[in-house]
C-alpha cells in the first residue's frame, strides 16, 4: 500500500524515501513509525533497489516525536502498574525496531538534512550509512530536555561515530548542534551550501554506488555493521563466512571482466 507519511520515488537502481509531514516539520507520528519501519523492509527485499537516499519535504527534516504520540505513551494504563510498564516497554521496542529497519537493510541509506533535525529525527539519521547536509541544518539529541532517557539509537549509535566525550556532551546538553560543528566532529560527510547541490551530490554517490555488484556492496555493509558490535578478531571472522559463503559469484566474474577491460 502506499504510505501515508512518506513519499516514495524509484529510478534506476535507486529509491528516494522523503518524510512527507512538511506541514508538521516531519514530526514522527505513530503511523510514520509503522510505515518507515514496513518500508525500509520491502526496501531491503528489493531486488531493483541498490541504493536509498532519505531525505524530507520542507525547510526542516524533522522535529522529533509528535508530542501527542509521546504523551499517549506515557498514558498507558492498566489495572496492574507492572503491565502498565510492559506495555511502555513493547511500545518503545517496535519503535526502536523502526529505526533498527534503516540501519539492518541490506543496501546502502544516504540522508540528506536540511533545517531542524530534532530527537527522533537524529535517531534515523545515525541509523543511515553517512549523511549529507545543508548549512543551515542543525541537530539536537534533546531528550534529556524533556525528562526521558533517549531509547531510539542515538545513545548507541553515536560514540561510534563522534566518539563517547562529544556524544555525551550532546546528550547532557541538548544544544542545538550546528552543521559545520557535526562536519567537524565526522557525525556528517559533507555540508552544503545549498539544498539542490545536496541532493545532487547525494543522486551522483547513490548512482556509483548501485553500479557496483550487489552482493558485494550488502556483504560490506554486513561486515560493517557487525564490527560495529564485535572486536577485531570476531569481525575478521564474520567476514572470512560470508566471503566463503558468497564468493562463488558471478558478480565477481563480470566485475573481473569490467576492470580488465578497463586496464587493457
Not at 519535504?57 to 501527542?68: A, D, P
Not at 549529507?132 to 548507541?156: M, N, P, R, W
Request: hydrophobic residues 40%.
Amino acid at each position: 500500500m502506499e504510505p501515508k507519511t512518506l513519499k516514495v520515488q524509484y529510478e534506476e537502481g535507486l529509491a528516494k524515501v522523503s518524510l512527507a509531514r512538511p506541514e508538521k516539520a516531519n514530526a514522527i507520528n505513530a503511523l510514520m513509525w509503522d510505515e518507515l519501519r514496513d518500508l525500509f523492509t520491502h526496501l531491503s527485499e528489493n531486488k531493483q533497489v541498490r541504493a536509498i537516499i532519505l531525505d524530507a519535504e520542507g525547510k526542516n527534516f524533522c522535529s522529533g516525536i509528535e508530542l501527542s504520540m509521546l504523551q499517549d505513551l506515557l498514558s498507558l494504563k492498566s489495572e496492574c502498574g507492572g503491565r502498565a510498564k510492559e506495555m511502555l516497554r513493547t511500545k518503545i521496542l517496535k519503535l526502536q525496531e523502526s529505526v533498527n529497519s534503516i540501519e539492518q537493510c541490506s543496501k546502502p541509506v544516504i540522508a540528506t538534512i536540511q533545517g531542524a533535525c530534532i530527537g527522533g529525527g537524529v535517531d534515523l539519521i545515525a541509523a543511515c550509512d553517512f549523511r549529507y547536509a545543508t548549512e543551515d541544518s542543525f541537530y539536537s539529541v534533546k531528550e534529556a530536555a524533556l525528562g526521558i532517557t533517549a531509547d531510539l539509537g542515538s545513545l548507541q549509535r553515536l560514540p561510534p561515530i563522534v566518539g563517547q566525550g562529544v556524544t555525551r556532551e550532546w546528550a547532557y546538553t541538548c544544544r542545538n548542534i550546528p552543521a559545520q560543528e557535526a562536519l567537524q566532529k565526522g557525525f556528517i560527510n559533507q555540508v552544503f551550501a545549498e539544498q539542490s547541490a545536496m541532493q545532487a551530490e547525494a543522486l551522483k554517490v547513490a548512482s556509483l554506488i548501485a553500479t557496483h555488484p550487489p552482493l558485494a556492496i550488502r556483504g560490506t555493509k554486513e561486515a560493517l555493521n557487525y564490527s560495529k558490535d564485535h572486536g577485531t578478531h570476531d569481525s575478521l571472522n564474520y567476514v572470512a563466512t560470508w566471503n566463503a559463503a558468497m564468493l562463488p559469484s558471478s558478480d565477481i566474474v563480470e566485475a573481473l571482466q569490467a576492470m580488465g577491460g578497463l586496464l587493457d
